[in-house]
C-alpha cells in the first residue's frame, strides 16, 4: 500500500495542529459555531443525533493489519468500543468527544491515516473495486490510480468549497464492483483497440433524491491525462454548479441541466487549457506509484489441499461458506475471502474492538497483513492460501465472522439511520435487522440466489436504496416512521435506479411484505434467473399483489 | 401532562443534554429526568438561559422538546427525542450515558 513520505506526514502534523488550535478556539469561545462548523465538517467530524461522529477514511478501502489495530485502540479508547464502516469505504466512530478528536487525529497520523475531506464540500474519499489487484477479471490494478487522484485532491486549493460533496469511484475490472455509475465521477481502466491503458470516464451519477445514472463523458481517456481531465471537469462544475440551493448543487444537476454534450464542450475546452500542463502524467509518475502496489510475495500453491478439498464436499457448513465467501484469486493457490459484517442481532457494517484486533491478527497470520473494506460494510481478507481456508474458517466462525450471505438477501445495507444520524427521517436498523431475522434460514437463503436489499433512513440514500434490487427508504409521516419499497435497482455494470411499488409500509410490515417480494420472485423465477432478471422480465405486478394484497 | 424541556449538545462533548434551572443558576445534565419541566408561557425566558450557555460555550444548538409525564417520569413525545434521551434502540450502543453534569 501507499507509504507516506516525510512531506505526507508533514502535511499531516501540520493539519492537525491546525485542527487542535481550531478546537480550542472553538471551546474558548474565540470561533462561534458557524465559523467552526465548515473547519470541522473539513477534518471529518459531524454533529450528530446523539453526539459528534468522527469519519475516517480508508483510502479506496485499503487498511493494514497495524492501521486495524490501532482503530480498535481508537474505539476503546476514544469511543464506545467500536466502529462502523461506511458505503464508501470509510470507518465512522459515533462517540468522540470534540475535546479527544485532535489526540484521535494524532494516533491516526502515526499510522498514515487521516479524516481530511471526509466531509465538507470537497472532493471525498476515492473508492474502488474491493478486489483490486486480486481480481481475475482485472483489467488494471486501480489503486495506483486511486493515490493520483488522492494525493491532486487533498487539500486541492481549487476545489475546497465546491458546490457541495463530489464523490469518486474507480473500477479496473470488466465487472464493476465500485458502483462508479452512481457516482459523480466514475472511472473504469479500459485498453483501447492499440492496447493501451486509458479510462473511461463517467459523470453525473448520484443518489439521494434525484437519483441518476451517470453518462458517459469520455469513451477514453488516456492514462497521462487523467488529472488534468479531472481538473477540468471539477473547474467547469466549480464554475457553473448551483450554490443558491443545496439539493440542486451536485454535479448531476449541472449535467443535467445542461445535457451531456454541452457539459462535455465545456469540459473540452477548459481541458484544451490544462492538457499539456504540470498535471500531464508521465510514464515515471505512474510507475512510482504503481511501486507502492507491488504483488505480494505469493507462494507456489501447496502441494496438499486434501483437507481444502475434502472439508468443501463434505461439510455442509464449511462447503456453504466456501461456495459464497470464497472468491477465485488471479494467483493459484490463492482465494479471496470475503468477511460479512451482516450478523444476526449486529447493525450492519458494525465491528467491535476486540473483532477488529482479531482481523487484523487474522490477516497478519493467513496473508499478508491485508483488509479490504467494501462498499457493502463487508470486510476482505485478500489473499488466502487455499490449504488454510479450513483453518481460517473455523477462527471466523468462532468470531461470528463466518456468515455465507454474501450477495444474499441479509447481507443488507443499511445506514445508521435515526439511531444515530441527524439528517434521518426513520431508523434502518431495526428494520434490517427484523428482515435478516426472518430470513436466517441459509437454506432459503441460498435457494433465493443473488439479492441486494438496501435500506436507508432518510432521501438522501447514503446505503444506496435506490440501486437496489429491493430497495427500502424510511420517512417521517406525522410523527410515524413508514418505509417505501422500491424495486428492480442495480448497481453494477447493468445499473438501474429501483421503482417504488406502492405505499409506504410501517415498520412491523416491512419483514413480512419481503417475504411477499421473495415469494413473488420464487413462483415466477424461470431457471435459476436472479432475482434482478426476474424483475426484470415480469415487472412489478406480481410483486404489488403480495405486498398489496 | 405535556411540556416541554430545553435540550441541546454540549460543545466540548458532543453529547445530548437538558436544562435543568435552580434558581438563578442553570446546569445542563444527560439525564432527561432531572431537566425542568417548562409551560409554554415559560420558554422563552429559558430559551434565553439557553442561549446565554451558547455564548458561554458550554452547549450548542439548543431548542424546546414536547414531552409527557408517564408513570412519573419524563418522556419526550417524538421517537427522535426519545433517541436522543436514551440513545439507539439498537446495537452495540449500550448506552450508560453518564447522569453527572456535562
Known amino acids: 500500500m501507499y507509504r507516506y513520505d516525510e512531506f505526507d506526514h508533514r502535511l499531516l502534523s501540520q493539519r492537525i495542529d491546525q485542527f487542535r488550535d481550531q478546537v480550542a478556539r472553538r471551546l474558548s469561545g474565540q470561533l462561534d459555531e458557524d465559523a467552526f462548523r465548515p473547519l470541522r465538517l473539513r477534518n471529518g467530524v459531524y454533529l450528530q443525533l446523539n453526539a459528534y461522529m468522527l469519519r475516517v477514511n480508508i483510502p479506496y478501502g485499503l487498511l493494514s493489519s497495524v492501521q486495524m489495530r490501532r482503530l480498535a485502540d481508537i474505539a476503546e479508547r476514544y469511543d464506545r468500543g467500536y466502529g462502523h464502516f461506511s458505503t464508501r469505504q470509510n470507518i465512522q466512530f459515533n462517540w468522540p468527544r470534540l475535546v479527544d478528536i485532535p489526540d484521535m487525529l494524532a494516533a491516526l497520523a502515526e499510522v498514515e491515516m487521516h479524516a481530511m475531506q471526509s466531509s465538507g464540500n470537497c472532493i471525498r474519499n476515492i473508492t474502488a473495486d474491493h478486489l483490486a489487484g486480486i481480481a481475475a477479471d482485472e483489467v488494471a490494478d486501480p489503486r495506483p490510480y486511486c493515490e493520483i487522484i488522492r494525493q491532486w485532491s487533498t487539500l486541492h486549493p481549487e476545489f475546497s468549497f465546491l458546490p457541495r460533496k463530489f464523490k469518486i469511484a474507480v473500477s479496473g475490472a470488466s465487472r464493476d464492483r465500485a458502483a462508479v455509475h452512481v457516482h459523480d465521477i466514475g472511472i473504469r481502466i479500459v485498453r483501447n483497440e492499440a492496447g493501451e491503458t486509458g479510462f473511461h470516464i463517467l459523470v453525473g451519477g448520484g443518489l439521494g433524491r434525484t437519483p441518476v445514472i451517470g453518462k458517459t463523458l469520455r469513451e477514453f481517456l488516456p492514462e497521462a491525462d487523467l488529472l488534468s481531465y479531472l481538473e477540468a471537469v471539477l473547474r467547469v462544475y466549480n464554475r457553473h454548479g448551483r450554490r443558491d440551493n443545496k439539493y440542486k448543487a451536485r454535479i448531476k444537476i449541472l449535467v443535467n441541466d445542461l445535457g451531456i454534450e454541452a457539459f462535455a464542450a465545456l469540459v473540452e475546452e477548459e481541458w484544451q487549457r490544462l492538457r499539456h500542463s504540470a498535471l500531464r502524467l508521465g510514464r515515471a509518475d505512474i510507475e512510482r506509484m504503481k511501486a507502492h502496489f507491488p504483488r505480494p510475495d505469493y507462494l507456489p500453491p501447496a502441494n496438499d489441499t486434501s483437507e481444502y478439498e475434502a472439508l468443501r464436499r463434505d461439510d455442509p457448513a464449511f462447503g456453504r ?178 421503482k417504488r411499488i406502492g405505499p409506504a409500509l410501517p415498520a412491523e410490515k416491512v419483514p413480512e411484505a419481503i417475504e411477499g417480494i421473495v415469494d413473488a420472485f420464487l413462483a415466477e423465477r424461470e431457471g435459476d434467473e436472479r432475482f434482478i432478471d426476474t424483475y426484470r422480465r415480469v415487472g412489478d405486478q406480481p410483486f404489488k399483489e403480495r405486498v398489496y394484497a | 401532562m405535556t411540556a416541554s424541556v430545553i435540550t441541546a449538545s454540549s460543545l466540548a462533548l458532543g453529547h445530548v443534554v437538558y436544562l435543568r434551572l435552580e434558581g438563578a443558576c442553570c446546569r445542563w445534565l444527560s439525564d432527561i429526568q432531572a431537566a425542568t419541566l417548562l409551560k409554554e408561557e415559560d420558554l422563552d425566558a429559558a430559551l434565553a438561559r439557553a442561549a446565554e450557555a451558547v455564548a458561554e460555550n458550554e452547549i450548542i444548538d439548543p431548542y424546546a422538546v414536547a414531552v409527557e409525564i408517564r408513570d412519573g417520569r419524563i418522556e419526550p413525545l417524538s421517537l427522535r427525542e426519545r433517541i436522543r434521551a436514551h440513545g439507539p434502540t439498537t446495537g452495540d450502543a449500550k448506552i450508560a450515558l453518564s447522569r453527572s453534569a456535562a
Open chain 1, 321 to 498: 461458506w466456501a461456495r459464497n465467501a470464497v472468491f477465485s484469486h488471479r494467483q493459484p493457490g490463492y482465494g479471496i475471502v470475503m468477511v460479512s459484517l451482516k450478523r444476526s442481532g449486529r447493525p450492519t457494517g458494525d465491528m467491535r474492538a476486540d473483532e477488529m484486533r482479531a482481523m487484523a491478527r487474522l490477516a497478519d497470520e493467513y496473508g499478508f497483513g491485508e483488509i479490504r473494506v467494501t462498499h457493502r460494510q463487508n470486510l476482505v481478507l485478500p489473499d488466502v492460501p487455499l490449504h488454510r481456508l479450513p483453518s481460517l474458517w473455523r477462527e471466523l466462525a468462532a468470531l461470528d465472522l463466518a456468515t455465507p450471505n454474501h450477495g444474499l438477501l441479509s447481507d443488507i445495507i443499511a445506514c445508521p439511520g435515526m439511531d444515530y444520524c441527524s439528517l434521518a427521517t426513520a431508523r434502518s436498523i431495526p428494520v434490517a435487522q427484523a428482515i435478516a431475522e426472518r430470513f436466517e434460514d441459509l437454506d432459503y437463503l441460498h435457494d433465493i440466489g443473488d439479492l441486494s436489499l438496501n435500506i436507508s433512513g432518510c432521501i438522501n440514500s447514503c446505503a444506496h436504496h435506490n440501486v437496489a434490487n429491493i430497495g427500502i427508504l424510511g420517512v417521517d409521516k406525522r410523527g410515524q416512521e413508514v418505509y417505501q419499497i422500491t424495486l428492480g435497482g442495480s448497481s453494477g455494470d447493468d445499473a438501474s435506479i429501483g
